[in-house]
């Protein structure tokens, strides 16, 4: 089964740093790969969506990479800043499956 | 922007009481889904749709029954409210191919069962 794992769990970085998020799965068969960014008590909202077939992403200061082969992605977040902070998940849509499996996120703090 | 609306926002209620959470997504989409998530810790899918008369139950156990009558309308619905089912419901939807199925959420339902 599909396993979906994010580190680190919580990170802290002063404003204007550039940060990485982890994602790692267990199964590199996938249809695709979506970062998601949550508020307290939110919804989610969706980032950046990888398809299997691709190797990055691009929104803004927001790059996202995929290596399938080693079960991995990264989010890269350029000159961080307050509004930043939030937990990003990302999710992985297994070949023949029928849903999403997540992460249980990284809660980002960006201090002022 | 998504178009997909969850209501109520907010819900407390007693125990024993019967329940509808309400989702509506207006991008056509097939494919719905409802989340359970508790505060800090991941989403379990509970239910999921791939369209008009299919509800399928998903990997967490639940009490909770969906309908899908319309391709916009996603309810769930509890019969008789208890304090376990006191956590967040997230609505999603997408388009039912796999590639580019990109996932949009709902605001969430928080429902507390006293």
């Known amino acids: 089964k599909q396993e979906v794992t994010q580190i680190p769990a919580a990170l802290s970085v002063p404003e204007g740093e550039n940060l990485v998020l982890n994602c790692s799965f267990t199964d590199s068969a996938i249809y695709n790969l979506q970062w998601f960014r949550q508020d307290p008590g939110k919804g989610l909202t969706s980032l950046l969506l990888i398809q299997s077939s691709q190797r990055e992403q691009t929104s803004g200061r927001l790059n996202a990479s995929l290596d399938k082969s080693s079960g991995r992605s990264t989010l890269y977040i350029a000159a961080s800043q307050p509004g930043d902070s939030a937990t990003y998940l990302c999710a992985v849509v297994p070949l023949g499956d029928n849903d999403m499996r997540f992460g249980a996120g990284t809660r980002l703090t960006v201090k002022p | 922007e998504a178009d997909i609306y969850q209501t109520p926002r907010y819900l407390v209620i007693g125990t024993g009481k019967k329940i509808t959470l309400e989702c509506s997504q207006t991008?056509?989409?097939?494919?719905m889904y409802w989340y359970q998530q508790d505060p800090g810790m991941e989403l379990h899918l509970i239910h999921y749709s791939y369209g008009v008369n299919s509800t399928e139950k998903g990997d967490l156990s639940s009490e909770s029954t969906v309908s899908r009558i319309r391709t916009e309308h996603f309810p769930l619905t509890l019969e008789s409210a208890r304090p376990s089912h006191t956590s967040q419901y997230l609505c999603?939807?997408?388009?039912?191919?796999?590639?580019?199925?990109?996932?949009?959420f709902g605001q969430g339902t928080r429902l507390t069962v006293v």
């Open positions: 999603a939807s997408s388009e039912l191919g796999r590639g580019n199925t990109e996932a949009f």
């Open positions: 991008m056509g989409h097939d494919k």
